[in-house]
């Protein structure tokens, strides 16, 4: 709890107050009339990726070949509702509550009650690492993510490293 408050907060800060992730954003052209398209073509929530699981005939069609190669190729991410801004901020808060749980439980082994406070920040702000930095980088590195959007990603997981290591440190028993 107390490393999933500060962190929740400084994500919040990050993402409304000070925008730094605007940027890794961007808007559709014609947005009145696209945003109605996927309605249109029924897709539904979820993670869509052009040409993908495309049928035999599409393979062999020779119009569909050339839009391949000349792409665009991406993502888009389909929600099927307006997000739900007490659920997605509680679920969030959830998600770094649980992250800050198995980043202690390494700790408990590998750390004596009453260890110094840097060597907690050491081990506890180490496992932080992997917990906020690592698990989407291979997502973002495979989906084609910007070098400015990975860089950022790894900031916040570094400040939120720091915080967890910190909020361990005086918290160790």
């Not at 406070?117 to 081990?123: A, E, H, I, P, R």
């Not at 915080?163 to 361990?168: D, F, L, M, Y």
Request: hydrophobic share 45%; glycine share 8%.
């Amino acid at each position: 709890m107390v490393s999933a408050v500060p962190i929740f907060f400084v994500n919040f800060m990050s993402w409304v107050i000070i925008g730094h992730h605007n940027p890794d954003w961007a808007a559709l052209p014609n947005q009145a009339e696209n945003i109605r398209k996927p309605r249109e073509l029924n897709l539904e929530s979820g993670r869509c990726v052009c040409f993908c699981d495309r049928s035999k005939e599409e393979r062999e069609d020779e119009t569909v070949k050339a839009a391949v190669v000349v792409g665009p190729w991406g993502t888009i991410n389909l929600w099927g509702s307006a997000p739900n801004m007490v659920r997605k901020p509680g679920l969030t808060f959830l998600f770094y509550f649980v992250t800050a749980v198995f980043i202690a439980y390494p700790g408990t082994f590998a750390l004596n009650s009453g260890a110094d406070f840097s060597k907690v920040v050491q081990v506890t702000g180490t496992v932080a690492i992997l917990a906020h930095c690592f698990p989407f980088m291979s997502t973002n590195i495979r989906f084609g993510a910007t070098r400015k959007k990975i860089l950022m990603d790894v900031v916040d997981g570094v400040v939120y490293s720091i915080i967890t290591g910190a909020s361990s440190g005086t918290m160790w028993p």
